[in-house]
């Protein structure tokens, strides 16, 4: 159920309010927008009668959500969420961020020459992969927390943001100092113990789409982090695995906009992972930021031939430089900001 207040809810009728919902048995998820204040209770609300909550001082209206995310769902806040991070780069909104890197931190110089370029074109994130989750047991695996030190130092150099992987609850604690945004792959999607955990580290959390979810089970395990009470999450949309062969995956392009309309999360498009073809990259990403989307995630690589891991889907600095010149062409003509 969602409870919306009136503009001019005073703090005592809210609390009056959360009360009376807690006394009916549900949990209460506060937000409090540009306008109003918005009350989720979540729970067992199908039995509780409507009704009295709607006579309550302050009380604008009440409905009943029938979808099975409450807290993800665009009811909750309605004007849609914008995530701020540390150096002023917002997700969500009228701007659109860009994160970028090497799938694999693979040394100190590789991370530095990275970081110097990518803040160069215009990017606020650099992306780096220090827990690798790969398909062979036999491919590398990463540089675990030294890696995460050296990408931490590199964008600090060069004042940008930090995101990474994390594979399990294990190594939450010791990547909080290095990372400004956590990345749960599309294989840890429905990895339900470790999105209770990240509901409980307030800090943002990127999702990713899982390779043959649905969405709804996409917003179904947003729902997991925000139940524990971080709101920032980020989801991505990577691809998903269908009968085609000519890409690695399928990026689908539509479920932005879907997404748009169901959720007020921010949305990102990965077009390295949708589409695992250096020269699809670009295509994939001028769609998505055409299509809505509220960052783009791209690998780039010094020497991406040579890239220790996913090199077939990793652009060159050069290519990279050229696609942000395209990309700021069209967030412009779709009313946004790069």
């Given at each position: 159920?969602?409870?919306?207040?009136?503009?001019?809810?005073?703090?005592e009728?809210?609390?009056a309010?959360?009360?009376?919902m807690?006394?009916?048995?549900?949990?209460?998820?506060?937000?409090?927008?540009a306008?109003?204040?918005?009350?989720?209770?979540?729970g067992?609300?199908?039995n509780v009668?409507?009704?009295?909550?709607?006579v309550?001082?302050?009380?604008?209206?009440?409905i009943?959500?029938s979808?099975?995310?409450k807290?993800?769902?665009?009811?909750?806040?309605?004007?849609?969420?914008?995530?701020e991070?540390r150096?002023?780069?917002?997700?969500?909104?009228?701007?659109?961020?860009?994160?970028a890197g090497?799938?694999?931190?693979?040394?100190?110089?590789?991370?530095?020459?990275t970081?110097?370029?990518?803040?160069?074109?215009?990017?606020g994130f650099?992306r780096?992969?220090?827990?690798?989750?790969?398909s062979?047991?036999?491919?590398f695996q990463?540089?675990g927390?030294?890696?995460l030190?050296m990408?931490y130092e590199?964008?600090?150099?060069?004042?940008?943001l930090?995101?990474?992987?994390?594979?399990?609850?294990a190594?939450?604690?010791?990547?909080?100092?290095y990372?400004?945004?956590?990345q749960?792959?599309?294989r840890n999607m429905?990895n339900f113990?470790?999105?209770?955990e990240l509901?409980q580290?307030?800090?943002p959390?990127l999702?990713k789409?899982g390779?043959?979810?649905?969405?709804?089970?996409?917003?179904l395990?947003s729902?997991?982090?925000?139940?524990?009470?971080?709101?920032?999450?980020i989801?991505?949309?990577r691809?998903?695995r269908?009968?085609?062969?000519?890409?690695?995956n399928?990026?689908?392009?539509?479920?932005?906009?879907?997404?748009h309309?169901?959720?007020?999360?921010?949305?990102?498009?990965?077009?390295?992972?949708?589409?695992?073809?250096?020269?699809?990259?670009?295509?994939?990403?001028?769609?998505?930021?055409?299509?809505?989307?509220?960052?783009?995630?791209?690998?780039?690589?010094p020497?991406?031939d040579?890239?220790?891991?996913?090199?077939?889907?990793?652009?060159?600095?050069?290519?990279?430089?050229?696609?942000?010149?395209q990309?700021r062409v069209?967030?412009?003509?779709?009313?946004?900001?790069m």
């Open positions: 159920m969602i409870v919306s207040m009136q503009e001019k809810a005073t703090e009728q809210i609390y309010v959360i009360e009376t807690e006394e009916a048995g549900v949990n209460v998820h506060r937000t409090t927008g306008i109003q204040t918005i009350l989720a209770g979540v067992p609300t199908a009668d409507l009704s009295k909550f709607e309550l001082p302050g009380v604008l209206n009440v009943r959500i979808s099975p995310y807290l993800a769902g665009r009811a909750f806040r309605p004007e849609g969420t914008v995530i991070f150096n002023g780069v917002k997700v969500g909104g009228e701007q659109v961020a860009v994160m090497p799938c694999s931190i693979e040394s100190r110089e590789q991370m530095f020459a970081a110097a370029r990518v803040k160069a074109i215009g990017a650099l780096g992969g220090a827990f690798k989750p790969r062979s047991p036999y491919a990463g540089m927390i030294p890696g030190q990408m590199a964008a600090q150099e060069h004042g940008l930090t995101v990474s992987e994390v594979m399990e609850i190594q939450i604690e010791p990547m909080l100092p990372v400004d945004l956590f749960v792959g599309a429905q113990n470790l999105l209770r509901g580290a307030r800090k959390v999702l789409r390779i043959a979810a649905t969405i709804e089970e996409l917003l395990s729902e997991y982090i925000m139940a524990g009470g971080n709101y920032e999450v989801l991505c949309e691809g998903i269908t009968y085609e062969t000519a890409t690695r399928t990026m689908d392009i539509s479920a932005i906009p879907v997404i309309k169901l959720s007020h999360l921010p949305i990102v498009g990965d077009p390295s992972h949708g589409t695992g073809r250096r020269d699809m990259v670009a295509p994939m990403a001028r769609a998505a930021v055409a299509a809505g989307a509220d960052a783009i995630l791209v690998e780039v690589h020497n991406a040579k890239a220790a891991s996913d090199a077939a889907q990793t652009l060159y600095l050069d290519q990279f430089d050229e696609l942000m010149g990309l069209i967030a412009t003509a779709v009313g946004r900001t």
